[in-house]
């Protein structure tokens, strides 16, 4: 993926400088460049060409939500949150926005109404295997533990090897002192990734980057 994400800095980098693309397809540059900044970890440069591509294309909803990732991983929940919330006011149907929001939220503290967006997730997108994880850790926090199981089993059943979703039942199962149960779901845990580490504190929250457009770096620009 880093060898991908070079060629992608390399070939963007060298369209900005060559000029003369007209602004929508300069937008789709910078935002590729942004998208590869991304995949090497370096946020403040990918915010940068996000916010270039997002004033040559203000209603770009995608790069409104990858740039709410980079502020995301950044620590900086609640700007994140001001673009997913721009994101989702430009495309009202946009399920991966509305769950990347309800991680922001959640990170912040507010997990009511993190759940209410990953509940808008799951109703947009009923296959969003994450959304459920996600939601289950919510309601986890929220001491409301068989419903946090509830939407662990149906992440798992759309996804058996969603190792997540395992490590996250049987904290829930130890939580309903269920030990025979959690017991089952941790040996899961560690069969799919015997690495995944402490499988019983591990709980991260990904957020969700639309992907890069893959413009033609060969071509001239016109």
Same mark, same amino acid.
């Given at each position: 993926?880093?060898? #991908?994400?070079?060629?992608?800095?390399?070939?963007?980098?060298?369209?900005?400088?060559?000029?003369?693309?007209?602004?929508?397809?300069?937008?789709?540059?910078?935002?590729?460049?942004?998208?590869?900044?991304? =995949?090497?970890?370096?946020?403040?440069?990918?915010?940068?060409?996000?916010?270039?591509?997002? =004033?040559?294309?203000?209603?770009?909803?995608?790069?409104?939500?990858?740039?709410?990732?980079?502020?995301? =991983?950044?620590?900086?929940?609640?700007?994140?949150?001001?673009? *997913?919330?721009?994101?989702?006011?430009?495309?009202?149907? *946009?399920?991966?926005?509305?769950? +990347?929001?309800?991680?922001?939220?959640?990170?912040?503290?507010?997990?009511?109404?993190?759940?209410?967006? *990953?509940?808008?997730?799951?109703?947009?997108?009923?296959?969003?295997?994450?959304?459920?994880?996600?939601?289950?850790?919510?309601?986890?926090?929220?001491?409301?533990?068989?419903?946090?199981?509830? #939407?662990?089993?149906?992440?798992?059943?759309?996804?058996?090897?969603?190792?997540?979703?395992? +490590?996250?039942?049987?904290?829930?199962?130890?939580?309903?002192?269920?030990?025979?149960?959690?017991?089952?779901?941790?040996?899961?845990?560690?069969?799919?990734?015997? #690495? *995944?580490?402490?499988?019983?504190? +591990?709980? #991260?929250?990904?957020?969700?980057?639309?992907?890069?457009?893959?413009?033609?770096?060969?071509?001239?620009?016109?």
């Amino acid at each position: 993926m880093d060898g #991908d994400a070079d060629i992608s800095l390399a070939g963007c980098s060298a369209v900005i400088q060559a000029g003369g693309r007209d602004a929508a397809s300069l937008a789709d540059v910078y935002y590729d460049r942004g998208v590869a900044y991304a =995949h090497k970890s370096r946020y403040d440069e990918s915010i940068q060409d996000y916010d270039q591509a997002i =004033h040559l294309s203000p209603d770009d909803a995608q790069a409104l939500n990858n740039r709410g990732v980079a502020y995301t =991983h950044e620590g900086r929940n609640d700007r994140a949150i001001q673009d *997913y919330d721009q994101a989702i006011e430009r495309k009202p149907g *946009y399920a991966e926005a509305f769950y +990347n929001r309800g991680i922001a939220h959640h990170r912040s503290g507010d997990i009511d109404l993190a759940i209410q967006d *990953y509940d808008q997730a799951i109703r947009l997108k009923p296959d969003f295997v994450e959304a459920f994880n996600n939601r289950g850790v919510a309601y986890h926090v929220k001491h409301q533990y068989d419903r946090a199981i509830d #939407d662990y089993d149906q992440a798992i059943r759309m996804k058996p090897d969603l190792v997540e979703a395992f +490590n996250n039942r049987c904290l829930a199962y130890l939580k309903k002192l269920q030990y025979d149960r959690a017991n089952l779901d941790f040996n899961q845990t560690i069969r799919l990734n015997k #690495d *995944y580490g402490n499988a019983l504190v +591990n709980r #991260d929250l990904g957020a969700v980057e639309a992907p890069a457009r893959r413009l033609s770096w060969a071509a001239s620009p016109p």
